[in-house]
């Protein structure tokens, strides 16, 4: 069955920088774009990022552009997001999530999530 | 950016009852809308796609119509299972966006 474990996650403090990781399995992951989005405590979801099934075409939100990198391994099935200059805002629970195709925005499974907590 | 709205923001209801969402984009959108579902510390499921189609594994009581800029997200006889967050999200453009969601409680 897919299924989609990140990891991370932790308490960072404002400026500094952290590495998610999401790894995937039962699928194929080589053929499908894959997604961050976050959710901060007691709030609603906002996309994050978005990667093509090659790597080739990345997509930001405009509130982390410049500061966060989306990137994926094909043969570790593996997908990553590189976070600087984290502020306090950033604080949310990171869940990856498949496309159902390239990078249609369409998205069919999510990982559990990991915490990420930007705090002095 | 297209902004997605929701109403109502919250709902109580009781199991058996009919239960109707509204997702409304600031621009047409087609059917490039889906539905999900969140339970608390949960993550998101995927319950409808392209507006109306049912994900895999969805029970038939939940049910999605719509096209443009006006959606409906429709759960027949309501379960207990089902008192949980509702967002609506697009996928007509990037950036893609969520609905603030409806929370169906009790």
């Known amino acids: 069955q897919v299924q989609m474990v990140e990891s991370g996650g932790g308490v960072v403090q404002p400026g500094r920088s952290l590495r998610l990781s999401c790894e995937a399995s039962g699928f194929t992951f080589s053929r499908y774009g894959m997604h961050w989005v976050r959710q901060a405590p007691g709030k609603g979801l906002e996309w994050v990022a978005v990667i093509s099934y090659d790597g080739s075409d990345k997509f930001y939100a405009d509130s982390v552009k410049g500061r966060i990198t989306i990137s994926r391994d094909n043969s570790k099935n593996t997908l990553s997001l590189q976070m600087s200059g984290l502020r306090p805002e950033d604080t949310a629970v990171y869940y990856c999530a498949k496309d159902t195709n390239l990078w249609s925005g369409s998205l069919d499974y999510w990982g559990q999530g990991t915490l990420v907590t930007v705090s002095s | 950016d297209i902004q997605m709205t929701q109403s109502p923001s919250s709902l109580s209801a009781s199991v058996g009852d009919r239960v109707t969402i509204t997702c409304r984009a600031s621009?047409?959108?087609?059917?490039?809308l889906a539905w999900f579902q969140q339970k608390p510390g949960k993550a998101p499921k995927s319950l409808i796609y392209a507006a109306s189609t049912l994900q895999s594994g969805v029970p038939s009581r939940f049910s999605g119509s719509g096209s443009g800029t006006d959606f409906t997200l429709t759960i027949t006889s309501l379960q207990p299972e089902d008192f949980a967050t509702y967002f609506c999200q697009q996928y007509n453009s990037y950036p893609l966006t969520f609905g603030p969601g409806t929370k169906v409680d009790i």
């Open positions: 621009q047409g959108i087609s059917n490039t």
